[in-house]
């Protein structure tokens, strides 16, 4: 009876005293289920006091992380830009010469200018400026007119007729033209050619045209003069130059330059066209001397009196 007493006893107490008995048999799992439990309550609690905190600092963490995605904000400065013919003020982030110019499309060839560096960096109001520059060539052309030439001969009836008909010339002259902003500001002159004129010659006869001892001929002053001549040996040495620096030839004369000025042309009777382009110390007032290509036709004129046409 005893025995079964105290197995009714302990079934009792085990009965009443259930719980424990668990837990001291099942010590491990139940007391680590009872420990989750209680921290899952304590959590609840915690998280209904704490939970308005919680959504403030979630929020400021959140506007942390966004602005630290953000770029960070370039400064900007006012610039002025003088380019063109036109002013224009720009606010612009860009930091150096060659960025603004790109960020306006404002595109500068080998030759243009700009009054900073393209490297140079922007600063507030600053303004820059921009140059035009170009080179260009031209060519500038001068017409040179023709000189005309009579040639008058005693043999050919009295008339005129152009035997070669004059051509102008030509002076070109290449130039190099630097603009700035399409004003030229420099010509530099690179090269020159000259085309030379043709000149034409006229053939005036004077056959049956009488020459008055004095007066006029078709308007052209007439003088009566003593003529003679000298050959090479006349003139010092044969290949000497003559006053005016021409070699001693057949229609070269001697004149008097108070009377005929050296260099007219002239048409001398019985010797045909001339230039007044030699002197000499006997050849004065109304006296003429003649060329002749050998001494033995100078010889020939002697001294004698001719009529003496002023052509020019």
Sequence with gaps: MTTDRQGCAESSLTTEKGGILAYNRISGGVSRHWNAKRQRIIARRLLTRFSPLMAIATSLLMGVAVMARQEPVMPTVKVKIVADGKTTEVVTKSKTVQELYTERNLTLS????????????????LTLTVTRVRVE???????????????YEIDRESSR??????????????????YKDDVRTSRVKISEEVRK???????VGLRGSSLASRGSFRGRRILTMVA???GPSGNGKWGMRTATGMYPQ???????????PLGTRLFVEGYGSAIAGDTGGAI???RIDLCFNSDDEAEKVGRRTVRVLILE
């Design 110 to 125: 080998p030759t243009d200018r700009s009054s900073l560096p393209l490297t140079a960096p922007l600063t507030e109001n």
């Design 137 to 151: 060539t031209a060519v500038e052309r001068i017409s040179i007119p023709f000189d005309t030439q009579r040639v």
């Design 161 to 178: 007729r152009v035997r070669t008909h004059g051509k102008e010339g030509e002076r070109a002259i290449t130039y190099r033209d630097y």
């Design 197 to 203: 004129p043709q000149t034409q010659i006229e053939v």
């Design 228 to 230: 003679t001549g000298y």
């Design 250 to 260: 057949y229609g070269v004369v001697a004149v008097d330059p108070r009377v005929i």
């Design 284 to 286: 004065k007032g109304n």
